[in-house]
């Protein structure tokens, strides 16, 4: 192990822990943030990942999460927009710090990779991960007005 | 049967599984051996016909008769579930109300969209070369296209989506797999025999014989069934409803 | 350590198969059933995987280079996990039928109007 | 050699299974559905096997759920219409 994986199996097992704590417990509207950040926490996971085994093809699968993670939770905030519009989340403070954590580990891989075609890819990864988890935040929080079935 | 009868017989089928599985644990090679001997053939069999992604060549090239009955099983219950989902004589369809979306996650949606779609099939075409293929990429595709009903609303969604074309689309696909699996056997080799083509350059889009052509063979099957699913799905949840008379 | 995968395994699929049985919602049920089908993939990949191995992926490494994991197994894996989300698809479309049917999706009840 | 890692996400797989079997409400078995995709596609990461982690991403990140979440839509669509009928 370098200390990428090692890096990757503390902002791992805390990170996803504490994402799967809060799926488990507590009211609705925390369970939505939490499966929100879950693809949050994991997509940087990931990223180091693949940079700890030097294999850049596994950024494959950061890119897909950080895709396909807040589609996900837009699934959810749509559907469940009945339920939570009368108690709708707010986890911001969290949310930004989660969105700062991926950020941070997208720059620090930028420094390390260098300019090029990788380097875009990383930023690629990075604007989808934030933008589409404080999308998905938004959408979480109000996203859907005056929901009926549609 | 009574409930607590049921949980006794449940604990003890339970723990006689869980006793013979532990057994079985222990007597397993253990993780993280050194000793694959069907892997180390497989890679030196994906090497020698060029496939970069050894997973693909096992997928689409050695056990490609293996995925012809994965499809089928996708095959028989996208058929399964479009019979068991159809519109009854007693359900009608109401038209469903448009949904107010927050602007900023109509503007997420249309935007990422496009991008989507675009890794999907990146997933599906390097397929032969990265980790990916015509199953992930598939699904990714498909999902790209609901993001329609998630960021704007249903009809938007039914517009672009012409459920008619998916489903030739899906039947095409199946088909094609076969005829790239009969055309082996014209060309006098077995069926889904990969020798029809020549293996190209190793780590190139066009390399790996029919490797490519399978692999884009599954990803359209696989895009065209999510999609017919999740129509039937939708249709059933946002629109179809049961006529009770009085509305 | 050298069995705790196989270990983990088990203890998904039993804990789906609990889940299957004392489940009182056929949706959840379908579920659990999703839960027991993720233990065989964690068995395929616990017996394929190959200490200090990468992935037999030659986009971005020389063939030869490093050791690597087994990739029947992965195939396995793969195919499976999309052609399990249809079979789900398919379980969940057969609930809604019986929704429809007997206005429950209960089984203690399904049961009950039964007999 | 990647042990600690390996044994962190076997554990955090088992916790999400264990979970997900555990919550009792469909819409909350989805979301805890939804983690343990995500938790079994970190554990194919580590298991050197990127195919499979794509696969189950993106299968379990959006479509599984959209698959259940409609289905539970459908489902107490029809128990409130049978309501509103007795009535």
Redesign the interface.
């Known amino acids: 192990?370098n200390g990428w994986?090692?890096t990757?199996?503390i902002a791992?097992?805390v990170g996803?822990?504490a994402?799967?704590w809060g799926?488990?417990t507590g009211p609705?509207r925390r369970?939505?943030v939490?499966?929100n950040l879950?693809?949050a926490l994991?997509a940087p996971?990931?990223l180091l990942?693949a940079q700890g085994?030097?294999?850049?093809?596994?950024v494959?699968?950061a890119?897909?999460?950080a895709?396909?993670?807040?589609?996900?939770t837009?699934?959810?905030?749509?559907?469940?927009a009945d339920?939570l519009a009368g108690d709708p989340p707010r986890a911001w403070a969290v949310t930004l710090a989660v969105a700062g954590y991926g950020a941070v580990v997208v720059l620090v891989l930028c420094a390390v990779t260098g300019p090029g075609r990788a380097m875009v890819k990383l930023l690629v990864v990075g604007a989808?991960l934030i933008?589409?988890n404080l999308?998905a935040s938004?959408?979480l929080s109000?996203?859907?007005?005056?929901?009926?079935?549609? | 049967m009574t409930r607590r009868l049921r949980m006794i017989v449940l604990a003890l089928g339970g723990a006689g599984l869980a006793a013979l599985f532990v057994a079985a644990c222990f007597g397993m090679p253990g993780f993280g051996g050194d000793r694959h001997p069907y892997g180390d053939r497989a890679v030196h069999a994906s090497l020698a016909r060029r496939t970069a992604n050894t997973i693909s060549s096992v997928n689409f090239d050695q056990r490609a008769f293996d995925t012809l009955g994965e499809m089928s099983i996708l095959f028989t219950s996208v058929l399964g579930t479009v019979v068991l989902l159809r519109q009854t004589r007693d359900e009608k369809r109401g038209r469903p109300q448009p949904q107010e979306v927050a602007l900023p996650v109509r503007r997420y949606a249309l935007v990422v969209l496009p991008v989507a779609l675009v890794s999907g099939l990146y997933v599906i075409a390097h397929g032969q070369l990265s980790p990916g293929g015509g199953f992930q990429g598939g699904v990714v595709a498909a999902t790209a296209l609901h993001l329609l009903y998630l960021g704007a609303d249903y009809r938007a969604l039914e517009r672009i989506r012409p459920i008619g074309v998916f489903e030739v689309g899906d039947a095409l696909s199946a088909s094609a797999y076969l005829v790239t699996g009969l055309a082996g056997v014209l060309a006098g080799t077995a069926f889904l025999a990969n020798t029809l083509l020549p293996y190209g350059t190793f780590n190139t889009l066009s390399s790996g014989g029919t490797v490519p052509l399978l692999n884009a063979a599954i990803g359209m099957e696989v895009a065209c069934a999510i999609v017919i699913l999740l129509a039937r799905f939708l249709d059933q949840a946002v629109e179809i409803e049961e006529d009770n008379g009085k509305r | 350590m050298t069995v705790l995968p196989y270990l983990v395994a088990v203890w998904i699929f039993l804990t789906g198969c609990y889940g299957l049985a004392t489940s009182r919602n056929l949706i959840h049920a379908v579920g659990c059933l999703a839960v027991c089908q993720s233990a065989t993939y964690v068995l395929l990949l616990a017996v394929g995987y190959r200490a200090g191995a990468t992935a037999p992926v030659y986009s971005d490494i020389k063939p030869g280079s490093r050791p690597v994991v087994d990739p029947v197994v992965q195939a396995l894996t793969l195919t499976d996990i999309v052609v399990g989300a249809t079979v789900t698809a398919l379980l969940l479309s057969l609930v809604m039928q019986i929704s429809k049917r007997h206005g429950t999706v209960d089984p203690d009840e399904l049961r009950e109007l039964r007999g | 050699m990647d042990d600690p890692l390996i044994v962190v996400v076997l554990l955090l797989v088992a916790a999400a299974a264990t979970a997900a079997v555990a919550v009792r409400d469909p819409v909350r078995q989805a979301l805890v559905l939804a983690v343990l995709g995500v938790c079994l596609a970190l554990l194919f990461t580590v298991t050197q096997a990127p195919d499979v982690g794509l696969s189950q991403l993106a299968v379990g990140s959006a479509v599984t759920p959209l698959l259940i979440m409609l289905s539970v839509r459908k489902v107490r669509r029809r128990q409130q219409d049978g309501k509103e009928k007795e009535r």
Not at chain 1, 74 to 80: D, E, N, S
Not at chain 1, 142 to 150: A, E, T
């Open positions: 192990m994986t090692w990757a199996t791992l097992g996803v822990g994402a799967v799926v488990v609705l369970r939505v939490a499966q879950s693809s994991a996971g990931l990942l085994y030097g294999r850049p093809a596994y494959d699968l890119l897909l999460l895709l396909l993670g807040p589609v996900g837009l699934v959810f905030a749509r559907l469940l339920d989808l933008g589409g999308v938004r959408a109000g996203g859907f007005p005056g929901s009926r079935r549609g």
